[in-house]
C-alpha cells in the first residue's frame, strides 16, 4: 500500500470530520486501511482470525481516542502505532507454543519428507524464532521482508532514520538466521 | 571501510536501496572479505524464507461486515458510557440520602454511627487509592494507548 502526499491529504480531511462526530467520515478510512489493518497484524500474529479481530479494535481504538490525534504525526503512523501495540499486547496475553513442541514438530514433518508439510513447519518455525527477536528488530522484518515496503516508507511510517531501518534489518536477520540455523540446514 | 560499516549496510545492499557510491563500496568489500560474504548469503536466506510468508486471503463476506461490526462496537460503547453516567448518579444520589437518614437518626447509637463512619472513610481511601495507583500505572504504561 504506497502512501503519497494525496492519501495523507484525503486521511487528514477525512479524520478531520471524523474527530467532529462524523461517522461516514470514519467509514470512509475503515474502508480504505482495513485490508492493510488485517494483513499487517496478520504478519505479527500468524492467524488469520485473531488478525481480523484486531483490525477491527484498532480502528474502535482509534475512534475513541481520536480527540488524542496529533494532525502533525498523520494518520497511518499513529494507527500503526495502534494496530501494533495491540498485536503485541496480544501476544503478551497469550500462551505461545513451548519451543519443544515446535522443534518436535518439525522432525515429525521432515521424516514424512512431505515437502508441503516440511514448508509449513519452517514457517511455523518462522513465527517461533520471530518471537525470540526484539520488537524494534521484529516489526521492521514484518514491514520489509513480509510486507514488502520500501526502507523510506518504513523510516515515514516509524518516524526514524533510513540508517537505522536497514541497521535493525541487519540485525534482525543475523538473529533469524542464528535461530533458524538448525532447522534449515539445507538452506542455510 | 572495516567490517563492521560494511555489515550495516548489508541488508541494504542486499534489498537494492543502497546509492551507487555505498553499492560499489560494499560490492568491492565483498570481494575481499569472505566473513561478510557469508553473512551476506544466510540474509538472503532468510529473506527468501519470510518473504514466502505470504497473508491468507480473508472470505468476501468478512469484509463486507467489516464496518458494521466496528460501528456496532463504538455505539454499544456510548450506550456503557451514557448508561454509566446515570447509575452513577443514580448511585450517588441514593447513597448521599441514605447516608444522611443513616446520620440524623436519634434511634441509632452513637457507636454504631461511628463505626459506619469509619468503614465508609476507610472505603473512600483504598478507592482513592486504587484510582491512584491505576493512573499512576497507566502514564507509565508502555503500551497506554492500548485497553487490555
Not at chain 2, 41 to 55: A, F, P, Q
Request: glycine share 4%.
Amino acid at each position: 500500500m504506497g502512501y503519497n502526499e494525496r492519501d495523507r491529504n484525503i486521511d487528514l480531511s477525512d479524520l478531520s470530520y471524523a474527530k467532529d462526530g462524523d461517522k461516514e467520515a470514519f467509514r470512509r478510512i475503515v474502508e480504505r486501511y482495513k485490508k492493510w489493518a488485517y494483513e499487517v497484524a496478520y504478519s505479527f500474529i500468524g492467524d488469520s482470525m485473531t488478525a481480523y479481530d484486531i483490525s477491527q479494535k484498532a480502528f474502535v481504538r482509534v475512534w475513541k481516542n481520536l480527540y488524542k490525534w496529533d494532525k502533525k504525526k498523520g494518520f497511518r503512523s499513529w494507527f500503526y502505532t495502534i494496530l501494533r501495540n495491540l498485536c503485541y499486547n496480544y501476544e503478551r496475553d497469550t500462551a505461545h507454543r513451548g519451543e519443544q513442541e515446535l522443534i518436535e514438530a518439525f522432525y515429525t514433518a521432515a521424516e514424512s519428507a512431505d515437502k508441503e508439510i516440511l514448508e509449513t513447519e519452517m514457517i511455523r518455525q518462522v513465527w517461533a524464532a520471530l518471537d525470540k527477536i526484539p520488537h524494534e528488530q521484529r516489526e521492521i522484518v514484518v514491514l520489509v521482508d513480509i510486507r514488502n515496503m520500501k526502507y523510506q516508507e518504513v523510516a515515514d511510517l516509524l518516524d526514524i532514520p533510513i540508517g537505522t531501518v536497514m541497521s535493525r534489518l541487519y540485525y534482525a536477520r543475523k538473529k533469524l538466521a542464528d535461530i533458524l540455523r538448525p532447522f534449515m540446514e539445507g538452506e542455510l | 571501510m572495516k567490517c563492521d560499516e560494511i555489515k550495516s549496510y548489508l541488508a541494504g545492499y542486499l534489498d537494492d536501496e543502497l546509492n551507487s557510491e555505498f553499492r560499489k563500496i560494499v560490492e568491492e568489500h565483498l570481494q575481499t572479505c569472505t566473513e561478510c560474504a557469508v553473512e551476506l548469503e544466510e540474509m538472503k536466506k532468510i529473506r527468501k524464507v519470510l518473504r514466502k510468508m505470504s497473508t491468507p486471503k480473508m472470505p468476501d463476506a468478512f469484509w463486507q461486515t467489516y464496518w458494521e461490526k466496528i460501528y456496532n462496537k463504538i455505539e454499544r460503547g456510548i450506550g456503557w458510557i451514557i448508561f454509566s453516567i446515570g447509575a452513577i448518579i443514580l448511585l450517588a444520589f441514593g447513597a448521599y440520602h441514605l447516608i444522611a437518614d443513616f446520620f440524623i437518626d436519634p434511634s441509632i447509637s452513637i457507636l454504631v454511627r461511628i463505626a459506619v463512619c469509619a468503614i465508609i472513610i476507610g472505603l473512600i481511601i483504598l478507592i482513592v487509592s486504587i484510582v491512584r495507583e491505576r493512573f499512576f500505572a497507566l502514564r507509565h504504561e508502555r503500551y497506554k494507548e492500548v485497553e487490555r
